[in-house]
């Protein structure tokens, strides 16, 4: 059983910065997709950026929403996934979750919530205007 923990939340003004974390129990390598999503009150979960590395190179996706405000990256050797988010704007306000599934990204699939296996408890990021 592969367990995420996500930590990283916060309340910020508009226009400030967070940076989620996410340890896997298993990896967080070349073998999984690992990937972001949040949920507002009254929303479905969307996908917010995703990432697989392969042959020493990284492969990132995005939802449009985040326009350059994010980063996804991965620390392989602490099985860790991060967000770096910045310009946050209040509507960016919702549980944050971690992701992973077995197998490279893609981009059909990768912001489909049911392609994952397994899930954090989530993370709270709060942005006031």
């Known amino acids: 059983q592969v367990q995420l923990a996500e930590s990283g939340g916060d309340s910020v003004q508009a226009g400030g910065s967070l940076r989620l974390s996410c340890v896997s129990s298993v990896y967080a390598d070349s073998r999984a997709c690992m990937a972001w999503f949040r949920q507002a009150p009254g929303k479905e979960r969307e996908g917010v950026a995703a990432m697989h590395r392969s042959a020493g190179s990284s492969y990132t996706y995005y939802s449009a929403f985040v326009e350059d405000r994010f980063l996804i990256s991965t620390d392989s050797a602490k099985n860790t996934v991060y967000l770096q988010m910045n310009s946050l704007k209040p509507e960016d306000s919702a549980m944050y979750y971690c992701?992973?599934?077995?197998?490279?990204?893609?981009?059909?699939?990768?912001?489909?919530?049911?392609?994952?296996?397994?899930w954090g408890q989530g993370t709270q990021v709060t942005v006031s205007s």
């Open positions: 992701a992973t599934r077995r197998g490279a990204c893609t981009v059909a699939t990768w912001a489909a919530r049911g392609q994952y296996e397994y």
